[in-house]
């Protein structure tokens, strides 16, 4: 499970969650990644989970742990 900012100083997340799929395109990950976007900012986030390349769930700050284990309990069940 990947948690990533999408306005990270460096990599912005989508940037990071494209690499993540290309790799995974080209099996140099083996194994399935969750990728969830997590901002401030929901208008923003809304705006970059949609494309080709898609991340597989969003948190909004702030966020708890019980925000996280529904994330995790939803992907799980849908088998993302």
């Not at 986030?45 to 309990?73: A, C, H, N, W, Y």
């Amino acid at each position: 499970l990947v948690i990533t900012d999408i306005e990270m100083p460096k990599m912005k997340g989508d940037a990071l969650m494209k690499e993540i799929r290309r790799l995974q395109r080209q099996d140099w990950i083996e194994h399935p990644v969750m990728i969830v976007a997590n901002s401030a900012n929901i208008t923003e986030m809304t705006s970059r989970l949609q494309g080709p390349d898609q991340f597989d769930g969003e948190l909004s700050k702030p966020f708890s742990r019980d925000d996280i284990l529904k994330i995790v309990k939803r992907l799980n069940a849908s088998g993302s």
